[in-house]
Structures are given as C-alpha cells and as structure tokens.
T-cell receptor
Framework: AQTVTQSQPEMSVQEAETVTLSCTYD???????LFWYKQPPSRQMILVIR??????QNATENRFSVNFQKAAKSFSLKISDSQLGDTAMYFC???????????FGTGTSLTVIP | NAGVTQTPKFQVLKTGQSMTLQCAQD?????MSWYRQDPGMGLRLIHY???????DQGEVPNGYNVSRSTTEDFPLRLLSAAPSQTSVYFC??????????FGDGTRLSIL
C-alpha cells in the first residue's frame, strides 16, 4: 500500500518570503505521479503542480517549484514570493497509474502573514 | 464547461436515514472517485471506478455503496447514516495519467 506523509500540520510565512512544505511517500512502484493540491477556505481543490517520477527535472509553475528526490521518496513544495492568496491547506498526493488511484497526505495548513 | 458537479452542497440527516450524493462529470473521464475529508486526516478514498460498470472499494468503504451505470455519473449512497459519517465529501474524475478534477464538495452532517 502507498502512504503519503506530511509532517508539518501548520506553517506560517511572511508575505514575500519563501516557504517549503515537506512530503514523503512510501511505495514499491517505479512509475508514478506526484501532485500538490491547494485547498483555500472556499473548499475547492486546486492543482498546484505535478511531477512524473520518470522525469529527473524538478517541475516548476511560476512561483511554485518542487524538490523531487526519488531515492529518498521525498517531494517538497517551495513557494517563492509568498502572497496572501497562498493561505490555504496544501495536500501532497501520490498517483499509481494502474486505476488512477490517488493517495493523499493529511495536509499542511499554510498562513501567509502580511 | 461544468467539470465535476456535486449535489447537494449541504445536507443534514438524522441517524438511520438514507441518501444519495450525486456526482456528474462532463469531460468523458473514465476514472471517478469518492473521498471523505475529516480534520487532520486528509482525503480518504471511499470507492472508485475505472469505467462504466466497474467499481471497487477504497480505504474506507464501510457504510457506502456506489454504482457506475454511465461514464458521466457516479452516485454515492449512504444506506443508514451514522454520526461517524459526518464529513465533507468530494467527488473527483480523471483520465489517463492526468490530475484529478474535483467537485466543490458536499458538507454532510448526521445528527
């Protein structure tokens, strides 16, 4: 079975600063996908960034980037130039291609302080 | 483009009542899933489907039934509601190796 661990239940960051959210996972699969989702107070689940395990290059999406360490099974999210709108719950997710099954971590609540 | 539509958005039930949470997607996605979200526990998979006529259990299936008679619809049934099923429920769909698209969620309270 796959497990996803987010060890930081809550974090805060000053506006315009950089913050890194941690995620580790456990799997015996060699091919898989990893995602970060954002859930603001509106409750919507919004895709932030995606990483394919077979790609060594770390994914980036504007102010969001990941540090993917396959051997260590680590997938952290870095948010640069934090904005007030980044305040949300962030979920790390692992996807096993067979059946498109997703496994989510317990989330990190991020607060951006003005 | 509606994406994934969940109804209702809010519901209050009494213990022992039954109800169906509706989920529909208009993206022709083959994969659909139901999750529940509880504080401190993230999203846990209840049931999922890899195509019309095919469903399987996830991590927390007890007390819930699903069916998938069409590609578009994936309803979740609570047969006899219990207070432990108070939660926020999300439906999601995806295709190929693409990210899941989520509905807006249903907040369900069982008294």
């Amino acid at each position: 079975a796959q497990t996803v661990t987010q060890s930081q239940p809550e974090m805060s960051v000053q506006e315009a600063e950089t913050v890194t959210l941690s995620c580790t996972y456990d799997t015996s699969e060699n091919n898989y996908y990893l995602f970060w989702y954002k859930q603001p107070p509106s409750r919507q689940m919004i895709l932030v960034i995606r990483q394919e395990a077979y790609k060594q290059q770390n994914a980036t999406e504007n102010r969001f980037s990941v540090n993917f360490q396959k051997a260590a099974k680590s997938f952290s999210l870095k948010i640069s130039d934090s904005q007030l709108g980044d305040t949300a719950m962030y979920f790390c997710a692992f996807m096993k291609p067979a059946g498109n099954q997703f496994y989510f971590g317990t989330g990190t609540s991020l607060t951006v302080i003005p | 483009n509606a994406g994934v539509t969940q109804t209702p958005k809010f519901q209050v039930l009494k213990t022992g009542q039954s109800m169906t949470l509706q989920c529909a997607q208009d993206m022709n996605h083959e994969y659909m899933s139901w999750y529940r979200q509880d504080p401190g526990m993230g999203l846990r998979l209840i049931h999922y489907s890899v195509g019309a006529g095919i469903t399987d259990q996830g991590e927390v299936p007890n007390g819930y039934n699903v069916s998938r008679s069409t590609t578009e619809d994936f309803p979740l049934r609570l047969l006899s509601a219990a207070p432990s099923q108070t939660s926020v429920y999300f439906c999601a769909s995806s295709s190929g190796y693409q990210p899941q698209h989520f509905g807006d969620g249903t907040r369900l309270s069982i008294l």
